[in-house]
């Protein structure tokens, strides 16, 4: 069964450098999200990314964050300058493009901004 | 008002026994339902999900929408201790980027 991957697993990092978060959507989706989940708190959404452009993005997605899917099977999360609240959970999701209702979501990478 | 409302828990409940979980919203936008299973430090996998109001039966899983409460369950039936999870409600509008809006999760245990 076709699954959502992520890479790294684990990440962790200093406070000020940057980071990119890869993710391998199953291979007939066409719709891409990121979400976040800080430790003890809900799933969060970042961003959708559709025909190469976002499509919508959270007021948590600001100028530090950027999305990119800069071949056919990657799509990449890239924040510029960690912060210490960015630590958490960070997961992708994908879905095809005329099923509203199921998001497929990978394993995820946690990040650790130290 | 939170978005999503969702009981934490935990809810620990012994096997074999009926399981209710939910969710209230107030979106009214809101059109599709889902319940996604978490294990611990582990994605979140769908279950089931529903459009609009109305009930959906999967196996052991029964899925309840109730638009005019703006009230969602999800039930469990014959519990197994491979139930135990953390359990999120999800939610989101049509059309568009299908953003999907959680509640804090239900976290179940169920018990020999």
């Known amino acids: 069964e076709p699954e959502v991957t992520q890479t790294p697993s684990h990440q962790v990092t200093q406070m000020g450098q940057e980071v990119i978060l890869r993710c391998v959507p199953i291979s007939n989706h066409l719709y891409f999200y990121w979400y976040r989940q800080i430790l003890g708190q809900k799933v969060e959404f970042l961003v959708s990314f559709y025909n190469n452009e976002i499509s919508e993005k959270s007021e948590i997605f600001d100028d530090q964050f950027s999305v990119e899917r800069p071949d056919g099977s990657n799509f990449t999360l890239k924040i510029r300058s960690t912060k210490l609240e960015d630590s958490a959970m960070y997961f992708c999701?994908?879905?095809?493009?005329?099923?509203?209702?199921?998001?497929?979501f990978g394993p995820g990478t946690r990040l650790l901004v130290l | 008002q939170k978005e999503v409302e969702q009981d934490p828990g935990p809810l620990s409940v012994p096997e074999g026994a009926i399981v209710s979980l939910n969710c209230t919203y107030s979106?009214?936008?809101?059109?599709?339902f889902m319940w996604y299973r978490q294990y611990s430090r582990k994605g979140p996998e769908l279950l089931m999900y529903t459009y609009s109001s109305g009930n959906k039966e999967d196996g052991r899983f029964t899925a309840q929408v109730d638009k005019s409460s703006k009230y969602i369950s999800l039930f469990i039936r014959d519990s197994q201790p491979s139930d135990s999870a953390t359990y999120l409600c999800?939610?989101?509008?049509?059309?568009?980027?299908?953003?999907?809006?959680f509640g804090t999760g239900t976290q179940l245990k169920v018990e020999l």
């Open positions: 999800a939610m989101s509008g049509a059309g568009g980027g299908n953003k999907l809006t």
């Open positions: 999701a994908s879905r095809l493009l005329d099923r509203e209702e199921t998001q497929y």
């Open positions: 979106n009214s936008a809101f059109q599709y």
